[in-house]
């Protein structure tokens, strides 16, 4: 069993800043990717940050030079940090890993920015 626990989210002015976090645990032999992707509502899923498997990341270009994602191979963990955040982040944000041929997904942490 694979689980992912998210921390971090809340409200936020525009302009500023948040850092969430990513845990995963379980039964897990070799994470393949591990990133965070987010869902506003009436819209799709989509990236927003990703490790993918040659060790490179991967950003969605709406967020390019303000979010930065990190993470502890070792401890299973992949940090975003977000910042000169726009209303038009707000969203529910999801990690998101995949371990071989299956995706998991943590519960979602809101993020909401205020104008």
């Known amino acids: 069993q694979v689980q992912l626990v998210e921390s971090g989210g809340g409200p936020v002015q525009a302009g500023g800043s948040l850092r969430l976090s990513c845990a995963a645990s379980?039964?897990?032999?070799?994470?393949?990717?591990m990133g965070w992707y987010r869902q506003a509502p009436g819209k799709q899923r989509e990236l927003v940050a990703t490790?993918?498997?040659?060790?490179?990341?991967k950003y969605a270009d709406s967020v390019k030079g303000r979010f930065t994602i990190a993470r502890d191979s070792a401890k299973k963990t992949a940090n975003l940090q977000m910042n000169s955040l726009k209303p038009e982040d707000t969203a529910v944000y999801y990690c998101?890993?995949?371990?071989?041929?299956?995706?998991?997904w943590g519960q979602g942490t809101q993020v909401t920015v205020s104008a």
């Open positions: 998101g890993i995949t371990v071989s041929i299956q995706t998991y």
């Open positions: 379980g039964s897990i032999f070799r994470i393949n990717t």
């Open positions: 490790f993918i498997s040659d060790g490179n990341t």
